[in-house]
């Protein structure tokens, strides 16, 4: 594990770039299209139930007969649902993610972290979304952190792991970009911006820096980690944004649902209205 990284590009070499990708992106069919391939369909709310979940997996399989587009890649959900999706999801293809290890704080025992995702797994999970302990990044403790990673990858075995990194949190471009580094050394399949429970969640300038690490990470490696930004993305100008920076710092071959996801719930649906061209309330 490096002890020591630092993000090459300063402040406002980011602020600039990220700036110009904003002003560049202009809404595209395809690129929607693609988006839409993209999205973590996400239900995280105090109030979901198995009646709640089951009607938003029905509406998932039943998407391929109401319209022509390629459906989400997975539905996101708190571990105690996972196995109300997966007896009732028919679309293999649609991967099972769940919350897990302690979310939104990342505050309770490793013990119990490491048994919710295990558990979430062995449920039917198949990838697993968890944040990074940032009480102990934050002072410094980076051991411990990529210790706690590694063994929570190597208990969910070939499940995907998604590190949150809640990078609203982050004093500085800097520790956002080593944080994304440990997630990944420690063995993060995605890294993920925000768990949207906090605010700011999800910004351009963050995402801009964590697919710099990526990228800096597969020239070093030649391993490919994904991204998914989360939180607040609800509009599907937003989503091109995200979209475009992914494309801007790592190319097209990171433009699809193997590496790359939004973490959304009303997107969706903000995406097929713009496809329709009329308001959709499907999911």
Request: glycine share 4%; proline share 2%.
């Amino acid at each position: 594990m490096e002890n020591t990284l630092k993000l090459s590009l300063d402040k406002l070499d980011i602020e600039r770039a990220t700036k110009s990708i904003i002003e560049n992106t202009n809404s595209n069919i395809d690129d929607l299209k693609t988006i839409f391939n993209c999205i973590d369909l996400t239900s995280l709310n105090i109030l979901d139930n198995n009646i709640s979940i089951k009607n938003m997996v029905d509406k998932v399989n039943d998407f391929s007969n109401r319209y022509s587009y390629k459906n989400i890649a997975a539905i996101c959900v708190f571990p105690n649902f996972a196995k109300i999706v997966k007896t009732n999801l028919k679309n293999k293809n649609i991967n099972i993610a769940v919350v897990a290890g302690g979310f939104p704080a990342s505050q309770t025992f490793l013990s119990v972290k490491i048994a919710e995702c295990d558990l979430a797994v062995s449920k039917g999970a198949n990838e697993v979304d968890v944040v990074l302990p940032l009480g102990r990044f934050n002072t410094e403790q980076y051991q411990d952190v990529f210790n706690e990673i590694f063994l929570i990858k190597q208990t969910i075995g070939k499940a995907k792991l998604k590190v949150i990194l809640e990078t609203g949190l982050h004093d500085s471009y800097d520790t956002i970009y080593h944080a994304a580094y440990i997630s990944m050394e420690a063995g993060a399949d995605f890294i993920k911006t925000s768990t949207g429970k906090l605010q700011p969640a999800a910004t351009p300038e963050a995402a801009y820096v964590m697919t710099k690490a990526i990228k800096d990470y597969y020239d070093k490696t030649g391993k490919k980690i994904g991204f998914k930004p989360a939180g607040g993305i609800s509009k599907s100008e937003d989503a091109l944004i995200y979209y475009n920076i992914v494309k801007y710092n790592l190319g097209k071959e990171w433009l699809n649902n193997k590496l790359f996801r939004i973490g959304a719930s009303s997107l969706a649906n903000n995406i097929l209205s713009e496809l329709e061209d009329k308001e959709i309330k499907y999911f």
